[in-house]
C-alpha cells in the first residue's frame, strides 16, 4: 500500500475494514470493479501503477476505455502481463461508434479485430458508451439500432456480449412518442443488444430506473453506479448524494444485473481521495457486494 493510501485510508477510519474486511472479499465471493475513467488522470501518467495501486486497494474488476489497436499505450501482451501481476480482470471495455470519428477500436473501424483483441484479454462485455454531440442527429439515431445489432452479431461469435451505454440525451423525445432510450431497446435485439445503465444519467435526466427494469426485464446487466450532488446535481462520491442506490440494487435480479463499476468523471477533492469515500459507504452497505 502506498503512504497517501495508508494515510487516506486511516483518516476515513477505513484501515480496518482494509485489513480485514477487504481482504476478506474474494473469500466471501464479492468483487469490486471501477470504470478506469475515474482514474484517467492517473492512467494518462502512469497506466501500470494506477493498476497496481487499484488492486493494493481491493479492486479486483476493470471496465477499459480508450481502446485504439492498443492498451493504454501498451500492447496487448504488455497489458495482460500488467493485469497478470496485479490480479486484476478486465470485464468490460468502452468503445464509440465511429460514425463521424472512424478511429481503430469504434464498431465502424475494423470492429472484428476490436472483438478478437478483447476476446485474447478476456473481457466479457463490449459497451457502446457514447455519441458525440455531432453524432447526435436524427438520421443517426433511426441507424443505431441496427448498427448495435451488426456489431451484437460479431461479438457475439466471440462469446462477448454487447451492451450500449447512456447519458442523459438518450432520455429526450426521438418523436412525439418515445424518448431516444426506449426508441434503442425496442429496435434492437434483446439477445444481442443489453444496456449498461448509468445511475447517474438516467437520474438526471429525471427517470427512474427501476421502471426501466420493469419495462425490459433482465435487459440491464452492467451498471455505472455514481452518486449526484443536491442542487448542483454534479458528480458525488457514492452515498453522499441523492439517489436511492438501495432501492435500486433491491431490484437487480428484476434487472438482470451481472456487473456494476464504480465511477465518478469527476472531483472537487483528490480522485482517489473520492474513491475512498465511496468504497467506504459501499463496504458498509453490503447490498453492494455480489
Request: proline share 2%; aromatic share 14%; hydrophobic share 35%.
Amino acid at each position: 500500500m502506498q503512504r497517501r493510501d495508508f494515510i487516506q485510508l486511516s483518516s476515513l477510519g477505513f484501515l480496518g475494514l482494509y485489513s480485514c474486511g477487504i481482504s476478506n472479499f474474494k473469500n466471501h465471493k464479492t468483487t469490486l470493479g471501477i470504470q478506469l475513467y475515474t482514474v484517467r488522470d492517473a492512467i494518462a501518467e502512469n497506466p501500470e501503477k494506477t493498476l497496481e495501486r487499484l488492486a493494493h486497494l481491493g479492486f479486483t474488476e476493470l471496465e477499459i476505455y480508450g481502446y485504439n489497436g492498443s492498451f493504454f499505450g501498451k500492447t496487448k501482451h504488455e497489458f495482460q502481463t500488467i493485469l497478470k501481476n496485479t490480479g486484476l480482470k478486465v470485464i468490460s471495455s468502452h468503445h464509440t461508434t465511429g460514425i463521424l470519428h472512424a478511429e481503430k477500436g469504434t464498431l465502424l473501424e475494423d470492429w472484428k479485430q476490436s472483438v478478437a483483441d478483447m476476446h485474447e484479454i478476456g473481457v466479457k462485455y463490449m459497451v457502446c458508451s457514447y455519441l458525440f454531440p455531432e453524432e447526435r442527429t436524427l438520421e443517426n439515431y433511426r441507424k443505431l439500432p441496427d448498427l448495435l445489432n451488426r456489431s451484437g452479431e460479431t461479438t457475439k461469435h466471440a462469446g462477448i456480449q454487447l451492451a450500449y451505454h447512456n447519458h442523459d440525451f438518450e432520455f429526450e423525445k426521438f418523436d412525439d412518442h418515445q424518448n431516444i432510450y426506449d426508441y434503442i431497446l425496442e429496435n434492437s435485439s434483446p439477445d444481442l443488444v443489453k444496456m449498461e445503465l448509468d445511475l447517474y444519467w438516467i437520474s438526471k435526466a429525471g427517470f427512474d430506473p427501476l421502471v426501466y427494469f420493469e419495462k425490459y426485464p433482465k435487459r440491464f446487466p452492467l451498471w455505472h453506479v455514481k452518486d449526484m450532488k443536491v442542487g448542483s446535481k454534479d458528480f458525488a462520491e457514492i452515498g453522499k448524494g441523492t439517489i436511492d442506490f438501495k432501492r435500486i440494487f433491491e431490484a437487480g435480479e428484476t434487472a438482470g444485473l451481472d456487473y456494476w463499476f464504480l465511477e465518478q468523471d469527476s472531483s472537487d477533492k483528490d480522485m482517489f481521495e473520492s474513491i475512498l469515500i465511496s468504497k467506504k459507504y459501499i463496504s458498509e452497505n453490503r447490498f453492494f457486494l455480489k
